[in-house]
């Protein structure tokens, strides 16, 4: 059982240079979501979806685009690249009584932008 | 909004000592609370959470949380810290949405021999 996989593990960019991190989950998870984690700053939510062509935006979406075609995967585009947006991106699923249970995350991807 | 604020920014412990990992909140109505770990170069992992009931919450790997209401903390506990605990642990409510965690600033905890 797989879980939540995410590609790549490491990419570097250039400024203005656009890229998709990928997520997919083999659990049947309606909610799945993208974090982003800085040094002292924990983990933020960029954007989520509760289902199948349905995502809203979570505290720092911009720069950032979402799609949800299909209930395993969730890929997170990053429309032109800015070094503000070197981080490392967690995408995390669960049931959609996750509020009574848990999330289970990937295990990141680590981007840098020069 | 729903906060946590997680006081210490490292937690240092000798293996065989109880550890505490301490988590305060801030919210409106009843807090829906969390506890997860990132072990190095790893995604998080879910611990333990408090929803209703008891104060005391039992989690993974011998983890329990209290839940204070009138000091409004949420603080992580282990009577007995091992080595392999060393990790960064992360404290987080529900947003009031209901789609949303929002994670304190973590904590990096340090258990030597």
């Known amino acids: 059982n797989a879980g939540v996989t995410q590609t790549p593990k490491f990419q570097v960019l250039k400024t203005g240079q656009s890229m998709t991190l990928q997520c997919a989950q083999d659990?049947?998870?309606?909610?799945m979501s993208w974090y982003r984690q800085d040094p002292g700053m924990g983990l933020r939510l960029i954007h989520y979806s509760v289902g199948a062509g349905i995502t809203d935006q979570g505290e720092v979406p911009n720069g950032y685009n979402v799609s949800r075609s299909t209930t395993e995967d969730f890929p997170l585009r990053l429309l032109s690249a800015a070094p503000s947006q070197t981080s490392v991106y967690f995408c995390?699923?669960?049931?959609?009584?996750?509020?009574?249970?848990?999330?289970?995350f990937g295990e990141g991807s680590r981007l840098t932008v020069l | 909004a729903q906060s946590v604020a997680q006081p210490e920014d490292q937690v240092n412990v000798a293996e065989g000592n109880p550890l505490t990992v301490k988590c305060t909140y801030s919210v409106s109505g009843n807090p829906y609370l969390f506890w997860y770990v990132q072990y190095p170069n790893r995604g998080l992992q879910f611990l333990l959470k408090y929803i209703t009931g008891d104060n005391l919450v039992k989690g993974s790997y011998g983890f329990e949380a209290e839940f204070n209401k009138s000091q409004t903390s949420f603080h992580l506990k282990k009577p007995s810290a091992l080595v392999s605990d060393s990790a960064l642990y992360f404290c987080?409510?529900?947003?009031?949405?209901?789609?949303?965690?929002?994670f304190g600033k973590g904590t990096s905890l340090l258990v030597t021999p």
């Open positions: 995390a699923s669960s049931s959609l009584g996750f509020t009574a249970g848990e999330l289970f």
């Open positions: 987080a409510v529900r947003d009031l949405s209901g789609y949303a965690l929002n």
């Open positions: 659990m049947n998870h309606e909610y």
